[in-house]
């Protein structure tokens, strides 16, 4: 079974840094994927970014160039950098995962995921 743990969420002003961990357990040593997703009061989820098994990463529009996401392989735990934040990143943050490799455009879809974590609360004030 797979479980996901995410902390590092929090408030800070805008132009801010803030990085986000997600604790995974349960994923074998290969393949799978791994991504951030967030969801602001009212609006739909939406990825944030995805990295799988083999280190080929995607990111959304909204986020490029001002995230990074990385792992850790022997662990498999999932970093999150975002840095020059806005309030628009308002949001919680929530970790997810599958157990196998998906094609860039399917890793940024909530639906192509299996296992969630509980998410994590991030605020940027201006």
């Known amino acids: 079974q797979v479980q996901l743990v995410e902390s590092g969420g929090g408030s800070v002003q805008a132009g801010g840094s803030l990085t986000l961990s997600c604790a995974a357990s349960g994923l074998s040593n290969t393949p799978y994927h791994v991504a951030w997703f967030r969801q602001a009061p009212g609006k739909e989820r939406e990825a944030v970014a995805s990295i799988r098994h083999d280190g080929t990463t995607a990111y959304s529009d909204s986020v490029k160039g001002r995230f990074t996401i990385s792992k850790d392989n022997p662990s498999k735990n999932l970093s999150l950098q975002m840095n020059s934040l806005h309030p628009a990143d308002t949001a919680i943050y929530s970790c997810?995962?599958?157990?196998?490799?998906?094609?860039?455009?399917?890793?940024?879809?909530?639906?192509?995921?299996?296992?969630w974590g509980q998410g994590t609360q991030v605020t940027v004030s201006s």
């Open positions: 997810a995962a599958v157990k196998y490799g998906l094609t860039i455009s399917r890793s940024l879809r909530p639906d192509s995921y299996i296992y």
